[in-house]
């Protein structure tokens, strides 16, 4: 397990993050999301070492090997795939005779065994992030970093990324440290995400229940897309907002109700299916009837 103590970064006068108090847990894929400037990055530096806090502590499991995946890639132009993956076994120490099997095992790995004498400006940017990965990977690390890894990407080869990703945390049981400002990446993969603004940790959920039921208000905007159907008019009249599984979603509309569904929106987290919707009724029954079977069930103001 990650601990962060009290932890605190100071540029001259600013203070990037205050007074951190966070627990990752071993072996699972923890998000860390929040907008640009909110401190995140500077947080995983931490984690790494490549920056010291002003205050506080970072505590690791002893003898823990770490590596970082980074959103520009940071490959050296002048040397092919095999030659970039080659430098992490140098910096680890590794005998020479083992890099050619471990180069190759982990190319075949991450589905790139035919770029080997590629450089990397013979390559997209999904399979540079790839090796990237394979990079990282090579030394066998406990703790996984990746600092926006995914932003520059485009869909598929971000989708292909992701599950690359899940497939490390799966067979390897390594514990990795996503950053993000893509909440839909969190959705896709993370167990557990916490949410930082303007230096703070201000929610620290798991990932199903921070999309269910968000509390701070940045994290209710960040989700605004993806969980909220289209809001109604503030000239209408007793709205609910109301977050509803499959089973009772199914179960209002045939509940014979007064009132009517405004709009909704279908999500899905781990396979199940939700709908969030808002609902116009000024109806005591069937306002007591959303209250006792919905998740969420919230007046609008």
Same mark, same amino acid.
């Given at each position: +397990?990650?601990?962060?103590?009290?932890?605190?970064?100071?540029?001259?006068?600013?203070?990037?993050?205050?007074?951190?108090?966070?627990?990752?847990?071993?072996?699972?894929?923890?998000?860390?999301?929040? *907008?640009?400037?909110?401190?995140?990055?500077?947080?995983?530096?931490?984690?790494?070492?490549?920056?010291?806090? &002003?205050?506080? =502590?970072?505590? !690791?499991?002893?003898?823990?090997?770490?590596? +970082?995946?980074?959103? $520009?890639? /940071?490959?050296?132009?002048?040397?092919?795939?095999?030659?970039?993956?080659?430098?992490?076994?140098? @910096?680890?120490?590794?005998?020479?005779?083992?890099?050619?099997?471990?180069?190759?095992?982990? !190319?075949?790995?991450?589905?790139?065994?035919?770029? /080997?004498?590629?450089?990397?400006?013979?390559?997209?940017?999904?399979?540079?992030?790839?090796?990237?990965?394979? =990079?990282?990977?090579?030394?066998?690390?406990?703790?996984?970093?990746?600092?926006?890894?995914?932003?520059? !990407?485009?869909?598929?080869?971000?989708? +292909?990324?992701?599950?690359?990703?899940?497939?490390?945390? =799966?067979?390897?049981?390594?514990?990795?440290?996503?950053?993000? #400002?893509? +909440?839909?990446?969190?959705?896709?993969?993370?167990?557990?995400?916490?949410?930082? #603004?303007?230096?703070?940790?201000?929610?620290?959920?798991? *990932?199903?229940?921070?999309?269910?039921?968000?509390?701070?208000?940045?994290?209710?905007? @960040?989700?605004?897309?993806?969980?909220?159907? &289209?809001?109604?008019? #503030?000239?209408?009249?007793?709205?609910?907002?109301?977050?509803?599984?499959?089973? #009772?979603?199914?179960?209002?509309?045939?509940?014979? !109700?007064?009132?009517?569904?405004?709009?909704?929106?279908?999500?899905?987290?781990?396979?199940? =299916?939700?709908? $969030?919707?808002?609902?116009?009724?000024?109806?005591?029954? /069937?306002?007591?009837?959303?209250?006792?079977?919905?998740?969420?069930?919230?007046?609008?103001?």
């Amino acid at each position: +397990m990650i601990k962060l103590e009290q932890l605190t970064k100071k540029f001259e006068q600013e203070t990037v993050l205050d007074q951190i108090d966070l627990e990752i847990p071993d072996q699972k894929i923890f998000g860390i999301i929040g *907008t640009s400037g909110a401190g995140k990055s500077t947080l995983i530096r931490l984690i790494n070492g490549l920056e010291q806090p &002003t205050s506080g =502590r970072v505590i !690791l499991p002893p003898e823990v090997k770490i590596s +970082m995946i980074f959103q $520009s890639y /940071a490959l050296l132009r002048s040397k092919t795939v095999y030659e970039n993956i080659e430098l992490a076994l140098r @910096f680890d120490a590794t005998p020479k005779q083992d890099y050619p099997q471990k180069i190759t095992a982990i !190319l075949a790995y991450v589905g790139l065994e035919n770029k /080997a004498a590629a450089y990397p400006a013979e390559l997209s940017g999904g399979q540079k992030q790839r090796v990237g990965i394979a =990079r990282a990977l090579v030394t066998n690390p406990a703790l996984l970093l990746c600092d926006e890894i995914t932003s520059a !990407l485009d869909p598929q080869a971000k989708k +292909m990324i992701l599950r690359l990703l899940q497939k490390i945390n =799966r067979e390897f049981q390594t514990t990795i440290v996503l950053v993000t #400002h893509e +909440m839909d990446v969190i959705k896709e993969i993370c167990d557990e995400v916490a949410v930082i #603004h303007q230096g703070k940790i201000v929610e620290r959920q798991t *990932t199903t229940q921070l999309f269910l039921t968000p509390q701070s208000p940045i994290t209710q905007t @960040f989700l605004a897309d993806i969980i909220y159907p &289209t809001k109604p008019p #503030h000239s209408l009249q007793s709205v609910y907002y109301v977050l509803l599984d499959f089973a #009772h979603y199914r179960a209002l509309q045939t509940a014979n !109700l007064n009132g009517y569904i405004y709009d909704s929106q279908t999500l899905t987290l781990n396979g199940q =299916r939700y709908f $969030s919707l808002y609902y116009v009724t000024s109806d005591a029954a /069937a306002i007591a009837y959303l209250q006792q079977n919905a998740l969420r069930c919230e007046v609008q103001p």
